[in-house]
Structures are given as structure tokens and as C-alpha cells.
């Protein structure tokens, strides 16, 4: 099967922003989600295969996101190195009867500094609406942890020529209600839905055009963040492919899944090296 059709060329409405090299506030940002994978031992021995090999970086931002109950370890297990640890989800509440949940706070004190919310697992597999998106965005800020904002259209939705408004709404629902002090914290992830998992992935321009199009919707929102926040692509990210989607001016970086668990992939897809 082929991918998904390009975007109406009409729906394309905004300029592109500056490249990542001229805007030190979108230095690249490479995140690795490991999902509900990895026995403890084993994520702490991913953490410490990864800080060994990501030892010298300096000019790029790399965070993992184990597991609530591997949070801590890893944690412990990367300090004093350049890789940072976040959470996959947290609840809106700071603490409460909310049996399976995890909160910011709980987040924080573990060790995390960043937290993924809206992830398309959890709004299509545990039914995370928009609104439930962005209260747990909101929790995050009020913890000092940096949401990564995942947004991203199903197949059915690129077919019928609807990716830039459900972008749009997962946008503006979860961005707006933030002042705009706190959206410096801010890291948006564009995760086409149809690319996630299934080792497809959206080619470079296909991921542009929405990249641009989320510049656009940011520089709408008036402030800097139009300019500064970071737009990270996800959706079957390899080192074979990273180079192509690093090369597009709106594109600052990955959020990867499957190729997060291989120490040797993830470190190549950080530094975008092919072989
Ligand atoms: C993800 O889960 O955010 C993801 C992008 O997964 P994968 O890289 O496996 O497609």
C-alpha cells in the first residue's frame, strides 16, 4: 500500500519559518517513547547503553520517556548527562482517586522533567478528548514539567482532506487556554496516525506542509511562540529516514517510538547518521 495522498495545495496557507541553525530556541530535539516496554533492568540498561553513546552532546536536546515505574531508575541512571527523562502521560488532578493515573507532581518528584500529552494512543486507545488534553497539558505547566503536545490526523481523516482542521483543533484546544508565558515550555509533536507504528512514514515534504501549516496556527496565536516553538515529527522515524525530515525548514527534531528501544538506532537517529 502507498501513502496517504498529499494535502490540498488550497488548505496550504502560511510561510515557513526560520531553519533551527538561525533560532537557538529550536535547537533539535530528538525524543525516544518507549511505551509500555522494557522490564526495569532492562530500561536501565537502555539508559546507560544510551548515556555511554550520547556522552559528548552539546548541541541538541535528547529526552527518553520509560514507563511510570522506570521513571525514577532511569532518572537516577542518566543523571549528569545530557539526556533528560520525561513521563507518557500525566492526570489532570494533582492527586486523588484516579486508580491507574499518574500525576505531574507524582512525575516530577520521580525525577521527570517533561511529560508526552495527547499521544494518539491515548486519544484513540484510552479516549483522551481534546479538553481531557488540555487540562493534563495544563497540569503538566503548573509542575514545572514540559509537555511534549502530540497532534496528528487518523488515515480516514487525511483521505477526506480534514488533517489541517483536526491538526488545527488539537492545536488551538490544548494551546489556548495557556498564557503565553507558559507556552515557552511548550514542545508540539506532528504524529500522522497512519505513520505511527507501521513503518510509514510521511515523506519529508508531506511532513513540511503540516510542519508549516502548525507554524502558521502558532504565529496566529500572537507572541513568539509562532517563531520559537519546537515542531517535532513522529511516526516510523529511523536513522535511515532522519536526515530527510531534518533537512525541512519547520521540522526541529523526532519523536521516536519502535526505534527508541535499540540504543545504537536511537543514538544514530540523534546525531542523523545514516549508517
Ligand atoms: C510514537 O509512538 O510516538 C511513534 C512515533 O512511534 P513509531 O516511531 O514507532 O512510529
Redesign the pocket.
Same mark, same amino acid.
Given at each position: 500500500m502507498g501513502l496517504p495522498p498529499p494535502l490540498r495545495a488550497q488548505a496550504i496557507r502560511t510561510p515557513t519559518g526560520s531553519r533551527s541553525e538561525e533560532n537557538p530556541m529550536r535547537r533539535p530535539f530528538i525524543a525516544g517513547?518507549w511505551?509500555m516496554n522494557l522490564l526495569l533492568p532492562e530500561a536501565v540498561r537502555l539508559a546507560g547503553d544510551l548515556r555511554e553513546r550520547l556522552r559528548d552532546l552539546s548541541d541538541r536536546d535528547v529526552a527518553v520517556f520509560p514507563t511510570f515505574v522506570a521513571v525514577e531508575a532511569v532518572a537516577r541512571a542518566l543523571e549528569e548527562s545530557p539526556i533528560q527523562v520525561g513521563g507518557q502521560t500525566c492526570h489532570p488532578e494533582d492527586a486523588g482517586a484516579f486508580t491507574g493515573e499518574i500525576s505531574a507532581p507524582i512525575l516530577a518528584s520521580a525525577g521527570a522533567s517533561l511529560v508526552i500529552v495527547g499521544?494518539?494512543?491515548r486519544r484513540h486507545v484510552f479516549g483522551e478528548s481534546d479538553a481531557d488534553v488540555a487540562l493534563r497539558l495544563q497540569a503538566a505547566l503548573r509542575h514545572r514539567l514540559r509537555p511534549v503536545l502530540?497532534v496528528g490526523e487518523t488515515l480516514e481523516e487525511r483521505e477526506s482532506g480534514r488533517t489541517l482542521e483536526v491538526v488545527e483543533r488539537q492545536v488551538r484546544s490544548a494551546l489556548e487556554p495557556v498564557a503565553k508565558d507558559g507556552l515557552a515550555a511548550v514542545t508540539l509533536?506532528y504524529?500522522p496516525v497512519w505513520?505511527?507504528?507501521?513503518g510509514k512514514v510521511a515523506t519529508p515534504e508531506q511532513a513540511q506542509e503540516v510542519h508549516a501549516a502548525i507554524r502558521g496556527m502558532l504565529r496566529d496565536m500572537g507572541g513568539a511562540v509562532g517563531e520559537d516553538m519546537r515542531i517535532l515529527y @513522529?511516526? $516510523?522515524?529511523k536513522a535511515s529516514n532522519v536526515d530527510g525530515l531534518m533537512a525541512m525548514t519547520d521540522i526541529d527534531g523526532a519523536?521516536?517510538? @519502535?526505534? $527508541?528501544l535499540d540504543a545504537d538506532e536511537f543514538a544514530r537517529i540523534v546525531r542523523f547518521e545514516a549508517m
Open positions: 517513547n511505551k499521544h494518539s494512543e502530540c509533536a504524529e505513520a505511527i507504528g507501521t @513522529g511516526g $516510523s522515524v519523536l521516536v517510538g @519502535g526505534a $527508541s
